[in-house]
Antibody, heavy 119, light 109 residues
Framework: EVQLVQSGAEVKKPGESLKISCKGS????????ITWVRQMPGKGLEWMGR????????NYSPSFQGHVTISADRSINTAYLQWSSLKASDTAIYFC????????????WGQGTLVTVSS | QSALTQPASVSGSPGQSITISCTGT?????????VSWYQKHPGKAPKLMIY???KRPSGVSNRFSGSKSGNTASLTISGLQAEDEADYYC?????????FGGGTKVTVL
């Protein structure tokens, strides 16, 4: 069974750093891309960026480029989304999803990670 | 890439058909047959309903169908049921990135 299991909810202060994870199982981790999607409170889905775990090649949305970093550790079948300096506006639920090929659709999703940034 | 344009809300009575539009540009929707649609209930992960414009994943009701004309894709739900009440998002590959629509809230009256 394919599973994407994300790390738990986080509460952080503005300016702090954070790294959340998405662990894949039940499939060949390096054969599928991982995409990260944001959903701010009461808002829609936003595409943040994607990574090919086989070589860590990444694409970012211009809206998120430079503010987040997407990475992967294929030795432990895990993708990451990280911030070096959080803002209150980063408060959101973050989902990971796997897809075949750079242009693939998202059939399998993680359960989501709630990140709350508040002073 | 700007978000794809969807109506904020669409409603219908049980048994009726509704259509949700998703308008992009010649750089995304119009250039690739790579539009997908997702159903999202509060507190749940999105669920794939349609991929590659018209294809339906195994297990998704055949009441859901997709189409595209030019820069606009559409999702049609026929025989509307109470369980269809949710938010729906279109998504299109755009070459260097991918973009979602703003989402449409479907209400079953």
């Amino acid at each position: 069974e394919v599973q994407l299991v994300q790390s738990g909810a986080e509460v952080k202060k503005p300016g702090e750093s954070l790294k959340i994870s998405c662990k894949g199982s039940g499939y060949s981790f390096t054969s599928y891309w991982i995409t990260w999607v944001r959903q701010m409170p009461g808002k829609g889905l936003e595409w943040m960026g994607r990574i090919d775990p086989s070589d860590s090649y990444t694409n970012y949305s211009p809206s998120f480029q430079g503010h987040v970093t997407i990475s992967a550790d294929r030795s432990i079948n895990t993708a990451y989304l990280q911030w070096s300096s959080l803002k209150a506006s980063d408060t959101a639920i973050y989902f990971c999803a796997r897809h075949w090929g750079v242009s693939g659709y998202y059939y399998d999703w993680g359960q989501g990670t709630l990140v709350t940034v508040s002073s | 890439q700007s978000a794809l344009t969807q109506p904020a809300s669409v409603s219908g009575s049980p048994g009726q058909s509704i259509t949700i539009s998703c308008t992009g540009t010649s750089s995304d929707v119009g250039n690739f047959n790579l539009v997908s649609w997702y159903q999202k209930h509060p507190g749940k992960a999105p669920k794939l309903m349609i991929y590659e414009v018209t294809k339906r994943p195994s297990g998704v009701s055949n009441r859901f169908s997709g189409s595209k004309s030019g820069n606009t894709a559409s999702l049609t739900i026929s025989g509307l049921q109470a369980e269809d009440e949710a938010d729906y998002y279109c998504c299109s590959y755009g070459g260097s990135d991918t973009v979602f629509g703003g989402g449409t809230k479907v209400t079953v009256l």
